[in-house]
């Protein structure tokens, strides 16, 4: 953290405005990463300016792959061309920055018989281990020796299709199978397989490089593996994570905001719980320009329609599930509905330590080990604080606030934008790994927020 990295913060004005979401970070991110299996470049458009897309711009470009600024802003064009080998000293730079490393063994296996995974980094939402995938990978036929520096892969009989079942729908062991077994030799049936849009989105990625991937239902794909993929061109679904970040905001702040770009149907389970707190919202479906009229941009704009919040039960779940994303920023709003919400935090064990920052404002939140929902899930008796129970509505003030990682760094940002009196938030440098542009958005909602 540099001493620049701190935000001043005059609380007390609801945001009002409007502002644009761009592509899904947790899509964008992974079609970067398949434009390395082409034999032919990609395009990738509406590609937000955040950290985590410079991690694998600069990962990629390590490994040989040409990536350029196309004409249209926010389009990029990666060439793999030339791709080649890194040296582990190289990739190891990005090691603590981010987990997408990973996700190019199975291009890098393929493109060149060898991968380097340098240890993760990304959020610190828990021990966020790798094991689905390094089990993947072996089952593709991956050779996988761990070493001081991180692991070092090899396939000295090639990658054949296989049959698995992941423990848990893990969104990145999916990405990991379905950009391995792409151009594995035969078919790939993966049980237990994540759905989330983002994945569905991928897979429309692979599709258009030529790849023949099945959806069916109850979780299964099945991949049948081919010898060649080309480019793409691909404008990715929007950012939903980023769209109900601000949602929150509008509300915990008793304001009105328009999000651009934001669509109704990756983030249903969201607006269900938004109208349940209270929230209310107003979706505007994308309408193509036709006959001389000119298109319209979808939009939903997100507002507090006045009167008081209700408390609400939500689990966080897998796709279909209320996403635990959407989770850190929602508690906000939380704080300031009257009686007791419950957060059943399923999807990450040690997802709630954010909840210190908003009880030091005045909120009234206590966390639990117990399973609070309504379904027992995998950390009930593994001794984590993962159900919180919110009493609200709280009167929140001004505090000094620490940024532990990305979504919980946006709800400190949203807490200190609702509280009475001028917050200081540390370490707001990293809300740019999955924010665009948040400072100059906030400015436009007419938040009074200042560096340092
Ligand atoms: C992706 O992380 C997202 N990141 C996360 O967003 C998101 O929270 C998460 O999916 C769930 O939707 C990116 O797309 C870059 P998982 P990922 O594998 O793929 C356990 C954000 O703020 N697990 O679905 O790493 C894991 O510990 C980030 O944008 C294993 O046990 O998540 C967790 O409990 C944060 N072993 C659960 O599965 C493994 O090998 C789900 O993780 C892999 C995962």
New binding site residues.
């Given amino acids: 953290m540099t001493v620049n990295d701190v935000l001043t913060v005059h609380g007390g004005t609801p945001l009002h405005g409007r502002i644009r979401v761009r592509g899904a ?2 899509l964008v ?2 079609a970067m990463v398949a434009a390395l299996l082409g034999d032919a470049p990609s395009r990738l458009y509406d590609v937000p300016r955040i950290r ?1 897309v410079e991690v694998v711009r600069g990962l990629l470009e390590l490994h040989g792959v040409r990536v350029s600024d196309g004409a249209e802003d926010g389009e990029l064009i990666l060439d793999p061309a030339n791709v080649a080998s890194a040296t582990s000293d190289e990739i190891n730079v990005h090691a603590g920055s981010s ?2 490393p990973i996700l190019l063994c199975g291009p890098l296996l393929h493109r060149l018989g060898h991968a380097f995974i340098p240890d993760l980094g ?2 610190h ?10 089990q993947a990978l072996r089952e593709f036929g991956a050779v996988v020796d761990k070493a001081a520096d991180g692991m070092h892969l090899t396939a000295p009989n090639g990658l054949h299709g296989t049959k698995l079942e992941l ?7 999916t ?1 990991q199978v379905l950009l391995t077994a792409v151009m594995a030799d035969g078919v790939t049936e993966l049980r237990n397989a ?1 759905v ?1 849009p ?1 994945i569905i989105d991928l897979i429309c990625v692979l599709q258009k490089m030529g790849a023949i991937i099945k959806v069916h239902t109850d979780r299964v794909i099945e991949i049948q593996g081919v010898p060649r993929l080309g480019g793409y061109t691909h404008r990715p679904i929007p950012d939903r ?1 980023e769209a109900a970040s601000w949602a929150a905001a509008a509300l915990a702040t008793g304001g009105d905001i328009e999000v651009l770009g934001a669509e109704q149907v990756d983030m249903m389970t969201f607006l269900n719980v938004f109208r349940s707190v209270g929230g209310a919202y107003e979706v505007t479906d994308t309408r193509p320009p036709r006959d001389g009229s000119p298109g319209q941009e979808g939009k939903i704009r997100f507002w507090h329609p006045g009167g008081e919040l209700r408390a609400v039960a939500l689990e966080t779940d ?1 796709h279909p599930g209320f ?3 959407w989770q850190q920023p929602l508690v906000v709003a939380l704080t300031q509905a009257r009686g007791l919400s419950i957060v059943h935090e399923t ?3 040690q997802r709630l330590g954010y909840t210190e920052a908003l009880n030091s404002m005045g909120a009234t939140i206590q966390v639990y080990r117990d399973c609070l929902g309504g379904t027992p899930c995998r950390f009930g008796r593994r001794d984590f604080k993962h159900s919180a129970v919110i009493a609200g509505p709280s009167k929140l003030h001004a505090a000094d606030l620490v940024i532990p ?3 919980a760094g946006f709800s400190h940002l949203i807490a200190a934008l609702a509280a009475e009196g001028t917050s200081r938030v540390y370490g707001v440098d990293l809300i740019n790994r ?1 924010y665009e542009d948040f400072e100059a958005k906030l400015a436009a909602l007419g938040a009074h927020a200042e560096r340092a």
Avoid: Q, W
Wanted: charged letters at 30%; a negative charge.
């Fill in positions: 970070k947790n991110s992974k985590d987990r997408i990304g959020c939402i828990g021990p966020r281990p790798i094991d689905f995938h390094i423990p848990y729908p893990s969104v990145g062991a990405e994540a989330e983002e994570i897998v996403m635990t994303d999807v990450y064990e990682d990305l979504r999955g």
